[in-house]
């Protein structure tokens, strides 16, 4: 009995150690669906601490699903990310501890809480994400634009985040910043430069 007690005294310990991104980083206009909502599960793998100091931009490669409820790519977002797998290239993907990104904005501008924001993400792309805030778009866009609701909701978004971190405005980029990669597509990555904008006005 004292040895359950105890276990149950650590998960309770560790439980409180994991800050999601809190609702109120999120403006209240925009649809937040958090971890608990989608059914996500637990890490399956240590993760590595960090502090944010950028907002990185992805794309998800794939074409948009406006008739895909988000809970269900979330599901399967994680399912895909917590197994190892091959990737469109003919690699292998390593089973990662959970989603790769912090957040996820769907065709419909809704967002989906990912990893926890106190852990660096994931990549198949050689950069480290430590400090990054990884935000991924819902998306193709090499081949298709973004939405309205999409473009409204970064507008929206990347500001308050901005706020809410400390990132400053040259610290928003995308993910071919920082590796050979050509996401978060071109009609997404031309959005960014009025996303600084907004984030430099708004101090």
């Given amino acids: 009995m004292k040895h359950a007690f105890i276990l149950f005294s650590l998960l309770i310990a560790f439980a ?7 609702q109120s980083a999120v403006p209240a206009g925009i649809s937040y669906l958090p971890r608990e909502a989608w059914g996500a599960n637990a890490p399956v793998l240590a993760m590595q601490p960090h502090k944010i100091s950028r907002i990185t931009i992805h794309h ?26 091959s990737l469109a290239d003919g690699r292998t993907k390593p089973a990662w501890a959970d989603v790769p990104y912090h957040l996820y904005l769907d065709c419909n501008g809704a967002v989906a809480e990912g990893r926890d924001i106190d852990y ?10 430590a400090g990054h805030l990884l935000v991924v778009v819902e998306g193709n866009f090499s081949a298709e634009e973004l939405t309205e609701k999409q473009r409204l909701t970064l507008e929206e978004l990347v500001p308050a985040l901005a706020k809410r971190y400390h990132v400053a405005a040259d610290s928003i980029g995308g993910h071919q910043d920082f590796a050979q990669t050509q996401c978060p597509g071109t009609e997404l990555y031309a959005l960014l430069p009025q996303l600084r904008q907004l984030v430099a006005s708004q101090r």
Wanted: aromatic residues 4%.
């Fill in 16 to 22: 409180g150690c994991q800050r999601a991104v809190p």
């Fill in 60 to 85: 998800t490669a794939t074409r948009q699903n406006p008739a895909k409820p988000l809970g269900d790519k979330m599901l399967a977002l994680q399912k895909f990310s917590q197994n190892e797998g």
């Fill in 120 to 129: 660096a993400g994931d990549s198949n792309t050689a950069y480290d994400p």
